[in-house]
């Protein structure tokens, strides 16, 4: 079956609530036992099954199920935000004395976990090169325990070779952690290329209406989602019932709405760098790109995120170009129906752009017919222009 048949059927069982489509959301705290035989059960028998709300309800039960499936995972588990589900698996297998390996182009917030919480539980961070390759051998110490990687990087979008570093990291028994949250479980199929753990925002394309936070880590076999599992416990983590409902009832879509991201996402990328005040455009689906290589080799698809370097000039000019726009918004995060701008600093030692350059933009293509955000962008380039 093909992904997005699968998306459509996996992780509900109309049957089991009286035919009803899609699973009910079960507010829940106390569970009530018919016997004493029945409360004796509680920790014996298999996951899932419905203890305490704390614990899972049909509603989160079936999300998890249905974002496993589609990754190729061995069980998920639902956080409260994607940089929740970073956090606890980052704690889940790293304690007092370790060493961590993470990509240089991570999540801003993810590097700032590192430098604070981490740094505070003794836990050391060395941040590597996204293109570092087998280099990365050399930066492994006799504590080392996770390496973490981001693909592509966030706001600058550099694309690593996830096979080589994957293999490296094999070979010194290290566990293996990826956001996976720009390609989606549909993608980018990490637990073929190496990964122990796929971390998503669901904040992002899974929800796709930008109306909840959800965090989501799905491990590669049994014994890591053991162990994920009980972290995310021992911590009392637990997603919304209604949130869980709304993650799932985007997941249902998301075969249908991330082609869309994609053309739009390419068109403006090809569209942008034909533009006179653009000095280059990032965007590893674009073939002049120094990631495209590695990107078809191993992702099956792109979303609708991607950056760009416009000339420099003063910011109030910047602001004449983004203030007026009518179909794109400026706000953190992306993922839903609508087209996002937002100027950004990314704050590593980044080397796929340099802020001498000119401003580092970051658009998310909506699911806007692609001539009216050409249009709108158009305008926005005039005003810049003529400032
Ligand atoms: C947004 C984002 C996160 C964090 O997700 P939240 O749900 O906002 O906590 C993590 N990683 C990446 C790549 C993101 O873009």
């Avoid at 989160?60 to 990754?71: C, H």
């Avoid at 790109?289 to 991607?306: N, Q």
């Avoid at 001539?371 to 005003?383: I, S, T, Y």
Wanted: hydrophobic share 40%; aromatic share 8%; glycine share 8%.
């Amino acid at each position: 079956m093909k992904d997005t048949t699968h998306l459509l059927h996996t992780g509900r069982d109309p049957q089991a609530h009286h035919g009803v489509v899609n699973t009910p959301v079960y507010h829940a705290s106390t569970i009530i036992f018919p016997s004493l035989a029945d409360l004796d059960t509680v920790g014996q028998k298999k996951y899932p099954s419905v203890t305490y709300g704390r614990r899972g309800t049909p509603t989160t039960f079936a999300l998890e199920k249905a974002v496993s499936e589609i990754e190729q995972g061995a069980g998920s588990i639902l956080l409260p935000s994607g940089i929740n589900a970073i956090a606890t698996a980052l704690m889940a297998f790293l304690e007092t004395g370790d060493h961590l390996l993470m990509i240089d182009s991570a999540y801003d917030p993810t590097r700032s976990l590192t430098q604070g919480i981490l740094a505070r539980m003794g836990i050391e961070t060395t941040f590597f090169d996204p293109l570092i390759g087998d280099d990365l051998q050399n930066l492994i110490q006799p504590n080392t325990r996770v390496v973490f990687l981001e693909a592509p990087g966030s706001l600058t979008f550099e694309m690593p070779d996830i096979p080589t570093l994957t293999k490296i990291a094999a070979a010194h028994d290290l566990t293996v952690m990826m956001d996976n949250t720009w390609a989606t479980p549909l993608y980018f199929k990490p637990f073929s290329y190496g990964v122990h753990i796929s971390l998503h925002a669901g904040t992002k394309y899974i929800v796709g209406h930008s109306d909840a936070m959800v965090g989501i880590a799905t491990a590669a076999d049994e014994e890591t989602f053991l162990k994920l599992r009980k972290t995310a416990g021992d911590l009392g983590l637990h997603l919304s019932p209604g949130d869980a409902a709304l993650a799932a009832r985007g997941l249902r879509t998301m075969g249908v709405r991330l082609p869309v991201h994609m053309q739009n996402g390419l068109e403006l990328a090809a569209w942008l760098q034909a533009q006179p005040d653009v000095v280059r455009v990032l965007h590893p689906g674009l073939s002049s790109d120094p990631g495209h290589a590695i990107w078809s080799r191993d992702f099956t698809g792109a979303s609708g995120l991607f950056s760009c370097i416009v000339k420099p000039k003063p910011r109030a000019a910047l602001a004449h170009m983004l203030d007026h726009l009518e179909l794109f918004g400026m706000g953190f995060s992306w993922g839903g129906y609508e087209s996002l701008i937002l100027p950004a600093k990314p704050s590593r030692a980044v080397r796929n752009f340099d802020p001498e350059e000119g401003w580092l933009v970051r658009l998310h293509a909506g699911l806007d017919d692609c001539d009216d955000l050409k249009a709108d962008l158009a305008a926005g380039f005039k005003r810049y222009a003529e400032f």
